[in-house]
């Protein structure tokens, strides 16, 4: 029964509220009709005297007024809400295309991946363009400036990385913020993006000083026919309170577009990034340039023997050297097809110095033969040349350069195979210090042209 009751009363209530609404909105003189929002601030002169919310409000009494103005005068287009969905294009008395204006880039964030040479990065950019159904008269409304709390409310350009068949591909974004239109129709906002695209590594040979290109192409996404970008001039910034360069020099190119109206416009802008870790140059170039004047220095070791040793030893120096470049080039190498020009100079470091060994050990092998024959008299001069004015290469191992005494001679007497074996000694020491000094003039030239 106390169920039944209650149930009977909740109707009857319900009925009450019914008829009380109907009454309400039937009447001319309900206070309900009162209540328009944008009629409370019909008699505002001054909205800097209005709170944060009657702000607000009063700019949605505003757009709502564009609105339905657009509305009106695109009513033979059938569309809805056509101040979101037309381009500007269908405003009265509009230009046959929108010109959407690039202005600052900024960079806030990168991320580069050296083994794949692909760069993205993040950032913002500030976007124009006119749309006059957003107008309105600045004396009437007593605003001079709009803010769009929504990127639904109006039409905006939307931008692709790429052409539209492969566009976002590579998980691009673009994010529409802080929309704002003054009182002659133009349009400013703020797009945050994150791009991605493969750079140009061609000058991966000037390693650690090369160069990565990374080039990005910006299209309309839609109404491709209808838009033309334009730019100030600018070149693409970095955000000096959030940006990091991880070890290296960022540069941006100034944007530029396509002049040609009969293709799709489009935004071109690079960035470039050299790499400018100190620690990672003075790692790599000490050891060849120490291993590179050592070598060049070899003839001024004196003895044919002493100049072997010391070049052995730099033969394995050398080797080391290539394991830690091999330790730190390795993980950049990737898809690269150059080698680094500081890789090939060490390269050929070694095979001359392997050159130059195989060189000592064959004329010191050479002079060591017991020879019973003298030498070609044009042969003794030029050595005797050789080792008397080029002063370095006046130098002999002890026993190489003395004059041997055969078993049972006398101390006093000389023996004529012994003269014979000096005067070859002679000889092999003026080709082997010519061949080093060759070799190291090879070394140089050589320096010179893969530098």
């Known amino acids: 029964m106390k169920s039944s009751s209650a ?20 009447s001319p003189a309900s206070p309900l009709n009162s209540l328009d929002p944008c009629k409370y601030f019909e008699n505002v002169t001054d909205t800097t005297q209005l709170s944060h919310h009657e702000f607000v409000a009063y700019e949605q009494c ?61 950032g913002y950019m500030q976007v124009e363009w006119p749309d ?55 349009v400013s906002a703020i797009v945050s993006f994150s791009l991605k695209t493969f750079c140009d590594d061609t000058d991966f040979r000037h390693f650690p000083d090369d160069v990565y290109k990374c080039c990005y ?47 799709v416009s489009q935004l071109n802008f690079c960035i470039n990034l050299q790499r400018s870790s100190s620690a990672v140059k003075i790692e790599l170039a000490v050891p060849t340039w120490v291993c590179s004047i050592v070598f060049l220095f070899t003839p001024f070791m004196g003895k044919i023997r002493v100049q072997l040793s010391v070049k052995l030893f730099l033969l394995l120096l050398q080797f080391l050297t290539l394991q830690l470049f091999s330790n730190r080039i390795a993980s950049h190498l990737g898809s690269a097809s150059a080698t680094p020009v500081l890789l090939a100079f060490h390269e050929f470091a070694m095979v001359m110095n392997t050159i130059s060994i195989v060189a000592s050990v064959l004329i010191w092998m050479l002079s060591r033969i017991k020879r019973t024959l003298p030498p070609w008299g044009w042969l003794i001069k030029a050595s005797q040349i050789i080792n008397r004015f080029i002063c370095v290469f006046n130098s002999v191992d002890e026993n190489d350069g003395a004059f041997e005494l055969e078993k049972g001679g006398l101390p006093g007497e000389s023996n004529p195979n012994s003269r014979y074996q000096s005067d070859w000694e002679g000889a092999f020491l003026a080709i082997h210090g010519v061949a080093v000094t060759a070799l190291a003039l090879v070394f140089i030239i050589g320096y010179i042209v893969i530098r």
């Open 7 to 26: 149930t009977v009363l909740a109707t009857i209530f319900a009925l009450l509220a019914i008829a009380a609404g109907q009454q309400l909105s039937l």
């Open 217 to 263: 192409q910006l299209e309309p996404h839609f109404n491709q026919e209808l838009i033309e970008f334009g730019v100030d001039g600018q070149p693409v910034f970095t955000d000096p309170k959030y940006f990091r360069d991880y070890g290296w020099s960022v540069s941006g190119t100034v944007p530029t577009v396509n002049a040609d109206p009969s293709v």
């Open 62 to 122: 505003v757009y709502y007024f564009l609105a339905s103005k657009a509305q009106k005068n695109s009513a033979k287009f059938g569309t809805v809400h056509p101040i979101a969905t037309l381009p500007p294009t269908y405003a009265e008395n509009a230009p046959s295309t929108v010109k959407v204006k690039i202005g600052q880039i900024t960079l806030q964030h990168f991320q580069l991946n050296e083994f794949v040479k692909d760069l993205n990065i993040v």
């Open 132 to 186: 006059k159904r957003l107008a309105w008269d600045a004396n009437q409304w007593r605003l001079d400036k709009l803010q769009i709390h929504s990127a639904n409310h109006i039409w905006i350009p939307v931008l692709s990385s790429q052409a539209y068949e492969t566009s976002l591909r590579n998980d691009d974004a673009m994010e529409v913020r802080k929309l704002e239109a003054n009182s002659a129709g133009n």
